[in-house]
């Protein structure tokens, strides 16, 4: 049980009552501390200026959290993609058509979500640096003691979040000081940053943990050697695209001509990829045998999962709400839980995993709720006249529902976590600790890196598949974007997945290609217009002006 461990989460709760970031550069969220007093001992440095960012992993709000929430990263990520679809049931979320725009490509440039992510990014950055400098200023008064483990691990949190930001957003500002007035602000170059980002990580890898961050102890939840493995292969996984300054002349570089000086070697994009997914398999993570494991309610002794956002529904206010906006109302309730009928499989989701065939992948019962659903007994569902079955139907979702006989029942629904029969707040604290990455994707990542570098990646797809009871396949590009989407469904990666493989723009089911998307200008989002008004020298990204 995670209440048998000191765990950093509640214990800053308790100290700091950290409020939620909110402000774009006006970040002051230690209100509740004493400045002269709270960073007076190394323990208390450790306390509020290291721990004390964790708190900002996962969200309560809408917009915050890496995942969990609503409307923030992980729907950014995963509603503009064909993978996922919410699609407009009558009276119930059209949402003044915000999720019809994402899905369509048409956020526009006032979109509040698109904003409101900025502003939590941003805000974690802002306060990564502020600990940065409360971490030199120890330094300074204390030179015996050594403070470079701190720093070390506060550099590798903010380049997590610029990674996050520079993959949505494109050319923005790299703040390194937390007294920085609006109009300093620079913005950088996608490549600049990009760069930035991977050397952080680099410098920061010698003084992180190699202790797993995925389980219970002083490391849970932390950015630990492992961790940083897997961003710097995934910055190099998509360095084609990061290195990428102009994005929209449909010309990128080859990641075979892009460098990287790692212990002394000069590897290209993909040996470097296969560099790093190397180290995190030398650390002992490896497939569990049991796909499910992944995602059960007491999921921490996983050995695949390597970054997660801890949970636990009586100590902490993390929430998940993915299942619960997902599941018909009457499914909910069976569970004694709540459901908001939303969020389904797209019909590419169906065709990749041969739904509803006999070669159907075995990870769709793993992954979805389609057709008669039953309660934890086994016992049917029915539907609100007690005598219906509630069955849904995959295949007759579609972008609008209203007024048609699969209004309520449409769309094939979120299955991957363990339901948690005694979760709170409806269904939204949880046991389950969200999975952020996990070892199944090193595998693809290296599967992949070697066949853009012409080598065979058989051996990591196949061991994927094995795992899963899949028949064995050909490392091909194609089948790898496929496999991504059998093996990470609902995991927040297909919009990066579907841009580096250049499919992010093309239209399909219900979507058709906005004016000039050929072009590639949706494949970031834009500088949401109230923060270009701040700082005139500040451009948007092309495409949007």
């Not at 992180?208 to 897997?230: D, M």
């Not at 300054?245 to 290209?268: A, E, H, V, Y």
């Not at 996983?302 to 998940?320: A, C, G, H, R």
Request: hydrophobic share 35%; net charge negative.
């Amino acid at each position: 049980m995670k209440r048998q461990y000191t765990f950093i989460f509640l214990l800053l709760s308790l100290l700091l009552g950290m409020p939620s970031c909110s402000k774009f550069l006006e970040e002051d969220p230690r209100d509740s501390l004493d400045e002269d007093t709270a960073y007076e001992t190394l323990q208390e440095l450790f306390q509020n200026g290291v721990l004390s960012l964790y708190n900002h992993i996962g969200g309560y709000n809408d917009s915050q959290g890496l995942q969990g929430t609503g409307r923030g990263v992980y729907d950014l990520n995963t509603f503009t993609t064909d993978e996922a679809i919410m699609p407009t049931r009558g009276a119930d979320w059209f949402d003044g058509g915000f999720w019809q725009g994402l899905y369509l490509h048409r956020w526009g440039v006032n979109n509040d979500a698109i904003h409101d992510t900025w502003e939590y990014l941003y805000g974690v950055i802002i306060l990564c640096n502020k600990s940065l400098k409360k971490i030199q200023s120890y330094a300074e008064k204390h030179p015996d003691e050594d403070t470079r483990i701190y720093a070390a691990e506060v550099r590798a949190l903010r380049a997590m979040f610029y990674y996050y930001t520079m993959d949505l957003f494109g050319n923005i500002p790299l703040l390194l000081s937390s007294d920085l007035h609006v109009s300093d602000i620079e913005q950088q170059k996608r490549s600049q940053t990009f760069r930035f980002i991977f050397d952080e990580l680099q410098d920061a890898v010698p003084f992180l943990s190699k202790e797993r961050s995925n389980q219970p102890g002083i490391y849970y939840g932390r950015i630990t050697q492992p961790v940083a493995y897997f961003l710097l292969a995934k910055l190099a996984l998509n360095a084609e695209i990061y290195a990428d300054d102009l994005w929209t002349d449909s010309d990128k570089p080859d990641g075979k001509q892009l460098f990287f000086d790692i212990d002394g070697n000069r590897l290209n994009a993909w040996e470097t990829v296969q560099y790093y997914c190397r180290q995190i398999t030398s650390a002992g993570y490896r497939l569990e045998a049991d796909y499910t494991l992944n995602f059960a309610i007491f999921n921490e002794s996983s050995q695949e999962n390597i970054f997660v956002i801890p949970m636990d529904k009586t100590l902490y206010t993390n929430q998940f709400i993915y299942l619960f906006r997902s599941r018909h109302y009457n499914h909910a309730k069976a569970y004694g839980l709540g459901g908001e009928n939303g969020s389904s499989a797209t019909l590419e989701v169906l065709e990749t995993f041969g739904y509803d065939t006999p070669d159907t992948d075995p990870r769709f019962d793993f992954c979805y709720f389609a057709g008669p659903v039953k309660d934890l007994d086994g016992n049917p569902i029915l539907l609100d006249d007690e005598q219906t079955p509630l069955v849904y139907e995959p295949w007759q979702v579609s972008l609008d529902l209203s007024g048609t006989a699969y209004e309520q029942t449409a769309g094939a629904r979120m299955k991957k976590y363990e339901v948690d029969k005694t979760a709170l707040k409806d269904g939204k604290l949880i046991n389950n600790d969200i999975v952020l990455f996990r070892y199944a994707d090193v595998l693809l990542m290296q599967s992949e890196a070697k066949v853009r570098n012409g080598e065979d990646g058989n051996a990591e797809l196949n061991e994927i598949r094995n795992r899963a009871g899949a028949s064995p396949r050909t490392a091909t590009l194609e089948n790898l974007l496929a496999e991504r989407q059998l093996e990470l469904a609902w995991e927040g990666w297909r919009r990066q997945d579907m841009i580096r493989f250049g499919t992010f723009t093309r239209p399909y089911s219900f979507r058709p290609q906005v004016e000039n998307e050929t072009s590639g200008f949706t494949t970031v989002f834009p500088i949401p217009q109230k923060i270009l008004g701040m700082n005139k020298a500040m451009k948007q990204n092309p495409g949007y002006e």
